[in-house]
């Protein structure tokens, strides 16, 4: 569908004056809540004085329906998971194969914020940028936004380029094959003495204006062997000189005994190709020439633009630097003694590009491009292989990690500016007997780079094999997750909490597990950090908050009242937009009181935005959901955050009950806990009591509730009931 608010329509009269098309946007979401939200985040801005109309889609059918309808649409904000968990990635890729449609800019969005995907999956499905829907500010979706829309107006400009080179040198293939300019000028002087029927001798010379420099000999036969790219204003002989100004001052030939034919290029080029003939030349012969001359002509500009076409696959047109393509072409002919590979990233790039203007952009670009340039000697190539990434390709001694911090220590002049950059880099280094294939080289730089990205901002990070042995770890772990998922290989089980004082069960936690086909458990830590950098959290999530309550439920319904169950809900889950509404709504569909539900939080939830963490809280606490924070003392809060929220709970870490924490029954830090609690007039719950001395220590000190191996391990739903009958209101003995 088309949001009718913001659609621009054509018009029959003129359009007014300062007018200009929109930019298209499609919303791909399942949710009609982030439509809203986005398009009022988005209400009234304008990309380089255009518009933005959105286009909404509910489903990925739909969606690829209106792509087909609307083929400039410039930006997809995506939804990952809707009608599937695969639908999202799915329709990146029809976007990408079936549509063929390479332009079109993709900011995929779901509830992990800071992750990007693993590399191999960006580079796959080719997206342009990851982000979080839960708390993207409006300036950051607007920037993503203007970011993705300038490239694929970018994209656009260059692939009309492109395409029009490629329509121009098909043409005029009929008449000769694309080939370099210095082929094509043996072949023009082996051609002319062959329809003038004279030795093979002469010279052809080629410029781009004249007078001016830069005229040379491109091709040379006979006596004239060695003149090849001697400039033309320093010929030995003053005659054939005089003659070749002569016919490029005059744009046209000389046809006699002293033959000088003019080559003309639509593209500001001429080429004059000189002989000596010694028989007269007819009209017929006249005649042929001017053919020749017109047919070479031809020839002359599809050399000219197959060259172009050349210089804009393997040249980046801003900087003059190798593109990517011209880099990794030149790291498969690579020299032995170049045996060290890096990618640099200009951090915070986006940032000066959005707050200042595209042209101070490309200046910092060049000016950086120069730099490297001029820190490196003539043995060490320097490429732009992506929009803010360089790449360097030479000896270790250069390409090293010292060389690069001397370079990022320098400021960067930008005009009458000076500036402090920062690089991230990624390095690789190769042995002699190192495989040269380099896509292959040019990924274990980037995978090194993500590295520095992600966990040191501003160093280097050489390359090692277990950085792609881990990428591709993690990638296998989430598509087994994903599977699990699918074929139901996920399942709760139940922790009870038990009043140490009276050892009566008052609640349970919910705990996500997971066995494999073959049976074998797969630690919670290590699947659950995966699918919340991957986003499928949420949906795990809201899956393993459904089957908590309704065993709640079920346990109410047979008579346990006053039964508390703890959920543990995951930062990215929490931060959805709709996470309050979507548990209130299940908890009234699973006929429980608020009050039998309560949410457990790590504290360092708290770091990001505590005005919309507190806001959230307070919407739960005012309904009568419990709130809790698990695992207090091993985040990364301060006490005074802590005080700001509105929470029922803290829950003591098992490292300071039964870990490493606890030394010689030394229960130091759980006793500031308590203590603490009772300061800020809230309850306590410790986990991982496992012997009864931890729990006669902890009801000392006043600790209310307790959950740990000595009491049960974590039970499927028949034990849980079973172990309940057993123990509602039996202590133990």
Not at 273 to 281: D, E, N, S, T
Not at 289 to 308: R, S, T
């Amino acid at each position: 569908m088309v949001d009718d608010a913001f659609e621009f329509k054509e018009e029959s009269a003129a359009q007014p004056a300062g007018w200009s098309p929109a930019w298209q946007v499609l919303i791909v979401d399942d949710e009609p809540d982030v439509h809203a939200s986005t398009i009022m985040a988005l209400r009234g801005q304008r990309i380089d004085d255009r518009p933005l109309a959105f286009l909404q889609a509910y489903s990925a059918a739909e969606a690829l329906q209106l792509l087909r309808q609307h083929p400039d649409v410039a930006v997809v904000l995506l939804d990952v998971v809707m009608e599937s968990e695969h639908a999202g990635l799915e329709l990146v890729g029809q976007i990408r194969h079936e549509l063929g449609n390479r332009a079109i800019r993709i900011i995929l969005r779901t509830g992990q914020p800071g992750f990007a995907p693993e590399l191999q999956t960006i580079q796959h499905y080719d997206i342009n940028d990851y982000k979080s829907k839960a708390y993207t500010r409006s300036v950051d979706l607007f920037t993503s936004l203007a970011t993705a829309v300038r490239s694929y107006h970018q994209i656009r400009q260059l692939e009309a380029n492109r395409n029009g080179l490629e329509l121009i040198v098909k043409a005029t293939a009929e008449l000769s094959q694309p080939r370099g300019l210095k082929l094509l000028a043996q072949g023009i002087i082996r051609q002319l003495c062959a329809l003038l029927g004279i030795h093979h001798e002469g010279l052809l010379a080629a410029a781009v204006a004249w007078p001016g420099p830069g005229a040379r000999i491109l091709a040379a036969a006979g006596r004239y062997a060695d003149w090849v790219g001697q400039d033309l204003q320093s010929l030995p002989d003053p005659h054939i000189r005089q003659t070749f100004e002569q016919v490029f001052v005059s744009n046209a030939s000389l046809i006699g005994d002293v033959t000088c034919l003019y080559f003309p290029s639509t593209h500001g080029h001429a080429m004059a190709a000189y002989v000596r003939v010694a028989h007269p030349i007819d009209e017929v012969l006249r005649h042929l020439l001017e053919v020749f001359c017109g047919n070479m002509a031809i020839a002359f500009d599809n050399a000219a633009l197959y060259e172009k076409v050349s210089e804009i696959a393997f040249q980046d047109s801003l900087t003059g630097l190798p593109s990517r393509h011209g880099f990794l072409s030149l790291i498969d002919e690579r020299p032995a003694q170049a045996d060290t590979i890096a990618l640099l990233d200009f951090d915070g790039f986006s940032d000066v590009n959005n707050a200042l203007d595209q042209a101070f952009g490309d200046s910092v670009l060049c000016a950086l491009a120069q730099q490297l340039r001029s820190n490196f000697s003539q043995a060490v190539v320097v490429a732009r292989v992506g929009g803010d990434v360089f790449g360097l390709l030479g000896p270790a001694d250069e390409v090293s990690v010292q060389g690069i911090a001397r370079l990022s220590a320098q400021p960067l002049s930008v005009g009458s500016a000076s500036l402090r950059i920062s690089l991230s880099s990624g390095l690789v280094q190769l042995e002699a007997d190192t495989p040269t294939v380099a896509n292959h080289l040019f990924r274990d730089a980037s995978l090194a780079l993500k590295q520095a990205k992600m966990f040191n901002r501003g160093k280097t990070v050489t390359f090692q094999p277990a950085l792609a042995n881990a990428a591709r770890d993690r990638m296998h772990m989430l598509h087994r997750l994903r599977e699990a998922l699918t074929a139901e290989r996920l399942f709760v089980v139940y922790q009870p909490f038990i009043d140490l004082v009276s050892e009566r069960v008052v609640g349970a936690e919910a705990l996500l597990r997971w066995r494999t086909e073959t049976g074998e458990f797969v630690p919670p830590d290590r699947f659950i950090p995966i699918a919340e950098q991957s986003g499928l959290m949420v949906p795990i999530g809201d899956w393993v908050m459904k089957c908590a309550l309704r065993f709640a439920s079920r346990l109410a319904r047979q008579g346990h009242q006053g039964f508390r169950m703890a959920i543990n809900v995951s930062n990215v889950q929490f931060r959805e937009p709709d996470f309050v509404d979507k548990l209130l709504q299940a908890i009234q569909a699973h006929e429980l009181p608020a009050q039998a539900v309560e949410v457990e939080l790590t504290e360092s939830v708290a770091v990001d935005d505590v005005t919309m963490i507190t806001e959230k809280l307070s919407a739960l606490r005012a309904h009568g959901v419990a709130v809790a924070i698990d695992d207090f003392g091993t985040g990364y809060s301060s006490l005074n955050i802590i005080r700001q929220l509105p929470v029922n709970r803290l829950k003591i870490d098992r490292a300071f009950v039964s870990g490493s924490a606890v030394q010689g029954g030394d229960f130091g830090i759980a006793e500031m806990v308590i203590n603490l609690s009772n300061h800020l007039k809230l309850e306590t719950i410790a986990e991982g009591i496992e012997t009864p001395e931890q729990h006669r220590k902890l009801l000392a000190l006043g600790c209310k509730d307790g959950q740990g191996f000595l009491f049960s391990r974590p039970l499927p739903e028949p034990e849980f009931e079973a172990f309940m009958q057993a123990r509602l209101g039996a202590p133990r003995s």
